[in-house]
């Protein structure tokens, strides 16, 4: 069965990075994008951006350009999301999902269990 | 900048039928925005519903169903049921890998 595990909860102090893992299981990790969405405490859902792990090619949102990457490792079978120059407002949980569409399409299906990241001094 | 609008709230009589819309500040919503459906308890990550307008996951129960209407993409659940209770978000795709979600819906069942 298709899953998509993430790390567990951090802590970070303003201004300090995290790295964020999704490992996936169940399926051909290379054949589909991974996006990374983020929910604030009590808001909605925000797209961050997604990478393709067959060719690495990232897209981001334009409000994470230049503080977020996205990376892959196929040998295991997991994508990252690393988050820079942390500030209170990027407390949030954030969540891995699998997107089976195409470039003319989305199709998301499976999701992560979230990954909770607090950034207090 | 691209704003995705849905009803902050509905209520619904078990039993009954509920539509949720999806609007776009830039215009009408077509198919080629790919509308997704997703649903959220909460404590829980979203849980996948309705993909592109209105194809349905394996998981998705038959109540709950996707289509375009008046311009806004929407999503209608039949028959509601106590465990409907959620939050409702609808994302759009407008090509060139930018995605947006809605701000969206949630729905008390009373």
């Known amino acids: 069965q298709v899953q998509l595990v993430q790390s567990g909860a951090d802590v970070k102090k303003p201004g300090a990075s995290v790295r964020v893992s999704c490992k996936a299981s169940g399926y051909s990790f290379t054949a589909y994008y991974i996006h990374w969405v983020r929910q604030a405490p009590g808001q909605g859902l925000e797209w961050m951006g997604r990478?393709?792990?067959?060719?690495?090619?990232?897209k981001y949102a334009q409000k994470f350009q230049g503080r977020v990457t996205m990376t892959r490792d196929t040998s295991i079978n997991t994508v990252y999301m690393q988050l820079s120059r942390l500030n209170s407002d990027d407390t949030a949980a954030y969540y891995c999902?699998?997107?089976?569409?195409?470039?003319?399409?989305?199709?998301?299906?499976?999701w992560g269990q979230g990954t909770l990241v607090t950034v207090s001094s | 900048q691209t704003v995705v609008t849905q009803e902050p709230s509905l209520t619904v009589s078990p039993g009954g039928t509920v539509t949720l819309t999806c609007a776009s500040s830039?215009?009408?919503?077509?198919?080629?925005?790919?509308p997704n459906w997703f649903q959220q308890k909460p404590g829980q990550a979203p849980r996948a519903l309705i993909y592109d307008t209105n194809n349905k996951h394996s998981w998705t129960p038959a109540r709950f169903s996707g289509s375009l209407l008046g311009g806004k993409a929407a999503l209608t659940l039949s028959g509601v049921r106590p465990e409907d209770e959620a939050e409702y978000y609808c994302?759009?795709?407008?090509?060139?890998?930018?995605?947006?979600f809605g701000s969206g819906t949630k729905v008390t069942v009373l």
């Open positions: 990478i393709n792990p067959n060719s690495g090619d990232m």
């Open positions: 999902a699998r997107d089976r569409g195409s470039l003319a399409a989305s199709i998301f299906d499976y």
């Open positions: 830039t215009g009408a919503v077509t198919s080629g925005y790919s």
């Open positions: 994302l759009l795709y407008y090509g060139g890998a930018r995605y947006v």
